[in-house]
């Protein structure tokens, strides 16, 4: 088929614009080859003024338009896209689904058979070039497919392969886990400051703490585990403040945050009609 866009996009929403941003911000392509199509105009326009990205004029023209269709739109709003995009869609295209919780199997069969799919996880700091995707290839998905659908999210970060069984998990893990260290981050702040550190002055301190640590677990081999034992001296101020959060349970709610979010993503694709 004539591609006239590099990649284009159903829905741009929090995940669809963050990967967009991303993209533009990598140099995947020049803006004006990326075709977004999203009924919010509010939600639109800011990409189109900002990046220069283009805007279709129907969730069909998506499909007319680019061989490579991000679906980015939320779960309830899966059918309904299918519906509009379906019918531009071959064994030419691959679609690359963002939508937590929807299996493959949904996706096939409402296209036509032919259609290559991949599920994809991003997360949101994909927009800074610092996000982490998996992908599970879906039965008809070649390893050029899987090429391509690398080659769209190591622009934007890492990337890991999975079996589809597991992408709820992911979904849980690290799709949810940027809110779940913003939370954490929101708390420690709020901690300093009670303790008499002046606002401005804590975020500093623990932003880049959290920047500082993640830099360390990255460059090291060793287990976090190592890490934290690392900076915990016997008797001293940091292992009576690891007591307090094992104390309150904090390992123990990470546990209950990743295993009840993966099965929300369960729940969202059982939903589906």
Same mark, same amino acid.
Request: one cysteine or more.
């Given at each position: 088929?004539?591609?006239d866009? !590099?990649?284009?996009?159903?829905?741009?929403?929090?995940?669809?614009s963050?990967?967009? #941003?991303?993209?533009v911000r990598?140099g995947?392509?020049e803006?004006?080859?990326?075709l977004?199509?999203?009924p919010?105009?509010?939600?639109?326009?800011?990409l189109?003024?900002?990046?220069?990205?283009?805007?279709?004029?129907?969730?069909?023209?998506v499909g007319?338009?680019?061989s490579?269709v991000?679906?980015?739109?939320?779960?309830?709003?899966?059918p309904?896209?299918?519906e509009e995009?379906a019918?531009?869609l071959?064994s030419e295209?691959?679609?690359l689904s963002l939508a937590?919780g929807v299996?493959?199997?949904f996706l096939?069969?409402r296209?036509?058979?032919g259609?290559r799919?991949? #599920?994809?996880?991003?997360n949101?700091?994909c927009l800074?070039g610092?996000g982490c995707?998996?992908?599970?290839?879906?039965?008809h998905?070649?390893?050029?497919?899987?090429?391509?659908?690398?080659?769209?999210? !190591?622009a934007?970060?890492?990337v890991v392969?999975? #079996? !589809?069984?597991?992408m709820?998990?992911?979904t849980?893990?690290s799709g949810?886990?940027?809110?779940?260290?913003?939370?954490?981050a929101e708390a420690?702040v709020?901690?300093?400051?009670r303790m008499?550190i002046p606002?401005?002055?804590?975020r500093?301190?623990?932003f880049q703490?959290?920047r500082g640590?993640?830099e360390?677990?990255?460059?090291?081999?060793?287990h976090?585990?190592?890490l934290?034992?690392?900076?915990?001296?016997?008797?001293?101020t940091t292992l009576?403040g690891?007591?307090a959060?094992?104390?309150?349970g904090?390992?123990?709610?990470l546990?209950?945050a990743?295993?009840?979010?993966?099965?929300?993503?369960?729940?969202?694709?059982r939903?589906?009609?």
């Open positions: 088929m004539a591609q866009f !590099e990649i284009a996009f159903v829905g741009a929403g929090q995940m669809g963050a990967l967009i #941003r991303g993209l990598a995947f392509c803006p004006g080859r990326i977004a199509a999203e919010r105009q509010e939600v639109l326009r800011p189109l003024v900002e990046l220069g990205i283009q805007a279709a004029s129907s969730t069909a023209e007319q338009k680019s490579t991000v679906l980015a739109v939320k779960p309830q709003d899966v309904r896209a299918l995009l019918p531009a071959g295209h691959l679609l937590a299996p493959l199997r096939q069969t296209l036509s058979p259609v799919l991949i #599920r994809a996880m991003p949101t700091p800074l610092m995707s998996a992908l599970a290839p879906g039965s998905a070649t390893a050029q497919d899987m090429n391509r659908a690398r080659s769209v999210f !190591e934007v970060g890492e392969e999975l #079996r !589809e069984e597991l709820d998990a992911v849980g893990l949810s886990g940027p809110a779940y260290l913003f939370l954490f420690l709020e901690a300093g400051v008499g606002w401005s002055a804590a500093t301190l623990v703490t959290l640590a993640s360390m677990l990255m460059a090291s081999s060793e976090p585990a190592r934290r034992e690392q900076v915990s001296s016997p008797g001293g009576a690891l007591a959060l094992e104390r309150g904090f390992r123990g709610l546990f209950q990743v295993e009840e979010a993966t099965q929300r993503g369960r729940e969202l694709g939903e589906l009609k």
